[in-house]
Antibody, heavy 126, light 112 residues
Framework: EVQLVESGGGLAIPGQSLRISCSTSGFIFGDYGMSWFRQAPGEGLEWIGLVRAKASGGTAEYAASVKGRFTLSRDESKGIAYLHLNSLNIEDTAVYYC?????????????????WGQGTLVTVSS | QSVLTQPPSVSGAPGQRVTISCTGSSSNIGAGYDVHWYQQFPGSAPRLLIYSNNNRPSGVPDRFSGSKSGTSASLVISGLQPEDEAGYYCQSYDTSLSGPVVFGGGTWLPVL
């Protein structure tokens, strides 16, 4: 059974950093890209970024809204994807989700997300 | 302001047919990129409902269907059930600076 479990959310003061983990099981982690999303209270879904599968170079791509502040990484030996949140501000308060990536068109990068974690809440407040 | 436009809310009674629209532009749906749909219950993670315009993952009831035409897509729920009360999001790929992954703002579906 495919499972994704986020951890590491919590309360942060503006300017601080946090690291969220997405622990996976039930599939070959190295074969899949992992994407991250967030959902502010009462709002819709926002894509944050993607860290590609090892076979695709393991490179990362980011939404313009977080580029330069957030960093994605992955540990192939542990099957864990990480989201590093730096220079947090109040607008970063949200539930953060990780999800497994599938491609509807690999060459264009058109993708969708078949399994999601349960989410972890990050609250940024002074 | 979401790149894909959905109605904030649609409603229906049990047994009815409900359609949720998702309108994009020439940089996403109109460029031929697939549309995917997710269902989200309050307090829970999204669940993949329809992928690549009209495909249902295993376990999704066949009362859910999707279609795409031009710059728009639709999610249809035939024979609405009380347990379908949830939020629904469309998602596609976008070649503009807003992309590459874009969502609709979500549609809340109360089952009356």
């Amino acid at each position: 059974e495919v499972q994704l479990v986020e951890s590491g959310g919590g309360l942060a003061i503006p300017g601080q950093s946090l690291r969220i983990s997405c622990s996976t099981s039930g599939f070959i982690f190295g074969d899949y890209g992992m994407s991250w999303f967030r959902q502010a209270p009462g709002e819709g879904l926002e894509w944050i970024g993607l860290v590609r599968a090892k076979a695709s170079g393991g490179t990362a791509e980011y939404a313009a809204s977080v580029k330069g502040r957030f960093t994605l990484s992955r540990d192939e030996s542990k099957g864990i994807a990480y989201l590093h949140l730096n220079s947090l501000n109040i607008e970063d308060t949200a539930v953060y989700y990780c999800a497994r990536v599938l491609y509807s068109d690999f060459w264009s990068g058109s993708q969708y997300f078949d399994y999601w974690g349960q989410g972890t809440l990050v609250t940024v407040s002074s | 302001q979401s790149v894909l436009t959905q109605p904030p809310s649609v409603s229906g009674a049990p047994g009815q047919r409900v359609t949720i629209s998702c309108t994009g532009s020439s940089s996403n749906i109109g460029a031929g990129y697939d549309v995917h749909w997710y269902q989200q219950f309050p307090g829970s993670a999204p669940r993949l409902l329809i992928y690549s315009n009209n495909n249902r993952p295993s376990g999704v009831p066949d009362r859910f269907s999707g279609s795409k035409s031009g710059t728009s897509a639709s999610l249809v729920i035939s024979g609405l059930q009380p347990e379908d009360e949830a939020g629904y999001y469309c998602q596609s790929y976008d070649t503009s600076l807003s992309g590459p992954v874009v969502f609709g703002g979500g549609t809340w579906l109360p089952v009356l």
